[in-house]
C-alpha cells in the first residue's frame, strides 16, 4: 500500500528496548551477586526500603507493577520518584548513599558508571536469563535522495543532538567507532576518505531543499504540512500518533550516497537498563526490584502505555507487537545492516560534544572542505587515548 510521504514518520534511529538489569564490571562477594543465583532467587531474606528514580512518561505505566512487586515481596516497600535517565551518571554521583537504590539510565553510561564503582554487578546466573530472554541485539523509503526530492524532512544538523541522529552516518559509510567491536579506545578511523565522504555530504545538505532545520518543531511542522517527514524513534510514537492519526506511516531509514554508491543509512543501537546504586542498604530487594521492571509484562505495558519496543523475546512475539507499524521500523532497523551498537566505554562521553560540533559547523559552512581532513584528525584525536 502506497503511503503519503507528507505523513511519514521515519521510525528507529535507535532500538528503544525496554529496560533490562544492567550487569555491572567487577565482582562482589555479596549473596545478591553470587554466581549460585539472582538476588530474588538468594536464600537471605528480600526486605528493606528502596527507592526508584524513573523518567516521568514512565511513572504511570510503572505503578501498577510496583503495586505487584510489593504485594509478591511484602517486607519490600518502594518509593517512586522522577529521576532523569540521561542524567543518571551525574545525579547518582553527586551523592550515591542518597541517590536512588534502582534507577533507570541509558547504556552508553555503563561504562564511566561501572568504572565509578557506582553501579551493583550481578551474578552469573542473573546475566544468563537476561541473554536468553531479550533479543541479541538487545511503507517503503528506498532512498535519502528519493524521499528529499518528493517532500521536506525535517532535521535538527544545525543544532544540539545531531550527534545522536547523524554520528552513525560515518558507520553508514563503512567507518568504525571505537573498532569493529566498540570496545578499543583508539580503534576510531572517521579521518579517512570515506569520513571526509560523510562531511562533504552533510555540507551539502544546507542547499538540499528538501532538508528543513528544524528540531523543536518538528512535530508541527508535520502536522502543519510545513514538513513530509522526520527523524526519530519509536520515543515519538504516541506523539505523531495523537496528531496526525491514520495519516502517520513509519518505516526504517533509507540509503544515502556518500559519493561511491548508495549505503544503507545507520542508526545507534541502545537500550535504556535498570541499574542498581554500588551504595544501596538493600541489595536483595533492589536487585529484585530492577529484574521485575524488566520482566516480560512489564516490558509489554511500557510497549502499550509508551511505545517502548521490548527486547523481551517472546513480548515481541505478541500480536500487538507484531501488527504495530513502529515496532515493525523498530525490529528492523536493529540488524547489523540498519545500526552499529552504541559503544559502552566509559571515554564515549567525550563522542559526543566534538560530534556535535563537527556536524553542526560542518552543515552551517563554518568548516569548508579543505579542512575536512584537518577536522576529523583533531576529532578522532579528541576521542581517543593519546598513548606515549
Given at each position: 500500500m502506497k503511503v503519503d510521504v507528507k505523513r511519514l514518520l521515519i521510525g528507529g534511529s535507535i532500538l528503544s528496548l525496554s529496560a533490562i538489569v544492567l550487569g555491572a564490571c567487577g565482582n562482589s562477594n555479596d549473596d545478591a551477586a553470587s554466581s549460585n543465583g539472582s538476588a530474588a532467587e538468594s536464600s537471605a531474606k528480600v526486605e528493606g526500603d528502596i527507592k526508584l528514580w524513573v523518567d516521568t512518561e514512565h511513572i504511570d505505566a510503572l505503578q501498577g507493577q510496583v503495586d505487584k512487586f510489593e504485594k509478591e515481596y511484602p517486607d519490600v516497600k518502594v518509593t517512586v520518584a522522577v529521576g532523569s535517565s540521561a542524567d543518571a551518571k551525574a545525579d547518582v554521583s553527586k551523592d550515591p548513599e542518597q541517590a536512588a537504590d534502582v534507577f533507570m539510565m541509558p547504556h552508553d553510561q555503563v561504562g564511566q558508571m561501572a568504572e565509578a564503582g557506582l553501579i551493583y554487578p550481578i551474578g552469573d546466573k542473573q546475566a544468563a536469563t537476561i541473554k536468553d530472554t531479550n533479543v541479541e541485539a538487545a511503507v517503503d523509503v528506498k532512498t535519502w535522495e528519493g524521499l528529499t526530492s518528493a517532500g521536506k524532512i525535517g532535521t535538527n544538523f544545525a543544532e544540539d543532538g545531531a550527534n545522536y541522529i547523524f554520528g552513525p552516518l560515518f558507520m553508514s559509510n563503512g567507518n568504525v567507532l571505537y573498532g569493529e567491536d566498540g570496545e578499543d579506545i583508539n580503534g576510531t578511523n572517521f579521518n579517512n576518505e570515506a569520513?571526509?565522504?560523510?562531511?562533504?555530504?552533510?555540507?551539502?545538505?544546507?542547499?538540499?531543499?528538501?532538508?528543513?532545520?528544524?528540531?523543536?518543531?518538528?512535530?508541527?511542522?508535520?502536522?502543519?504540512?510545513?514538513?513530509?517527514?522526520?527523524?526519530?524513534?519509536?520515543?515519538?510514537?504516541?506523539?505523531?500518533?495523537?496528531?496526525?492519526?491514520?495519516?502517520?506511516?513509519?518505516?526504517?531509514?533509507?540509503?544515502?550516497?556518500?559519493?561511491?554508491?548508495?549505503?544503507?543509512?545507520?542508526?545507534?543501537?541502545?537500550?535504556?537498563?535498570?541499574?542498581?546504586?554500588?551504595?544501596?542498604?538493600?541489595?536483595?530487594?533492589?536487585?529484585?526490584?530492577?529484574?521485575?521492571?524488566?520482566?516480560?509484562?512489564?516490558?509489554?505495558?511500557?510497549?502499550?502505555?509508551?511505545?517502548?519496543?521490548?527486547?523481551?523475546?517472546?513480548?515481541?512475539?505478541?500480536?500487538?507487537?507484531?501488527?504495530?507499524?513502529?515496532?515493525?521500523?523498530?525490529?528492523?532497523?536493529?540488524?547489523?545492516?540498519?545500526?552499529?551498537?552504541?559503544?559502552?566505554?566509559?571515554?564515549?562521553?567525550?563522542?559526543?560534544?566534538?560530534?556535535?560540533?563537527?556536524?553542526?559547523?560542518?552543515?552551517?559552512?563554518?568548516?569548508?572542505?579543505?579542512?575536512?581532513?584537518?577536522?576529523?584528525?583533531?576529532?578522532?584525536?579528541?576521542?581517543?587515548?593519546?598513548?606515549?
Amino acid at each position: 500500500m502506497k503511503v503519503d510521504v507528507k505523513r511519514l514518520l521515519i521510525g528507529g534511529s535507535i532500538l528503544s528496548l525496554s529496560a533490562i538489569v544492567l550487569g555491572a564490571c567487577g565482582n562482589s562477594n555479596d549473596d545478591a551477586a553470587s554466581s549460585n543465583g539472582s538476588a530474588a532467587e538468594s536464600s537471605a531474606k528480600v526486605e528493606g526500603d528502596i527507592k526508584l528514580w524513573v523518567d516521568t512518561e514512565h511513572i504511570d505505566a510503572l505503578q501498577g507493577q510496583v503495586d505487584k512487586f510489593e504485594k509478591e515481596y511484602p517486607d519490600v516497600k518502594v518509593t517512586v520518584a522522577v529521576g532523569s535517565s540521561a542524567d543518571a551518571k551525574a545525579d547518582v554521583s553527586k551523592d550515591p548513599e542518597q541517590a536512588a537504590d534502582v534507577f533507570m539510565m541509558p547504556h552508553d553510561q555503563v561504562g564511566q558508571m561501572a568504572e565509578a564503582g557506582l553501579i551493583y554487578p550481578i551474578g552469573d546466573k542473573q546475566a544468563a536469563t537476561i541473554k536468553d530472554t531479550n533479543v541479541e541485539a538487545a511503507v517503503d523509503v528506498k532512498t535519502w535522495e528519493g524521499l528529499t526530492s518528493a517532500g521536506k524532512i525535517g532535521t535538527n544538523f544545525a543544532e544540539d543532538g545531531a550527534n545522536y541522529i547523524f554520528g552513525p552516518l560515518f558507520m553508514s559509510n563503512g567507518n568504525v567507532l571505537y573498532g569493529e567491536d566498540g570496545e578499543d579506545i583508539n580503534g576510531t578511523n572517521f579521518n579517512n576518505e570515506a569520513g571526509v565522504e560523510v562531511l562533504q555530504w552533510i555540507a551539502d545538505q544546507k542547499n538540499n531543499s528538501g532538508v528543513l532545520q528544524a528540531s523543536e518543531s518538528a512535530l508541527s511542522d508535520l502536522q502543519s504540512g510545513k514538513s513530509d517527514a522526520f527523524l526519530s524513534g519509536p520515543w515519538s510514537k504516541n506523539d505523531v500518533e495523537k496528531a496526525l492519526g491514520d495519516n502517520m506511516g513509519v518505516a526504517a531509514y533509507p540509503t544515502i550516497d556518500f559519493g561511491s554508491g548508495a549505503k544503507q543509512m545507520k542508526a545507534f543501537l541502545g537500550v535504556k537498563l535498570y541499574a542498581v546504586n554500588q551504595q544501596t542498604e538493600a541489595p536483595l530487594a533492589a536487585m529484585a526490584l530492577a529484574e521485575y521492571l524488566s520482566n516480560q509484562e512489564t516490558q509489554e505495558i511500557e510497549f502499550t502505555e509508551n511505545g517502548v519496543v521490548p527486547s523481551n523475546k517472546d513480548a515481541q512475539e505478541s500480536d500487538a507487537v507484531k501488527a504495530d507499524a513502529v515496532a515493525k521500523a523498530v525490529m528492523e532497523m536493529s540488524d547489523a545492516e540498519h545500526s552499529v551498537v552504541m559503544p559502552k566505554l566509559p571515554e564515549m562521553v567525550s563522542f559526543w560534544p566534538p560530534m556535535d560540533a563537527l556536524i553542526n559547523d560542518t552543515y552551517k559552512g563554518q568548516i569548508k572542505p579543505d579542512q575536512f581532513q584537518d577536522k576529523l584528525d583533531k576529532f578522532v584525536s579528541d576521542i581517543s587515548k593519546v598513548t606515549e
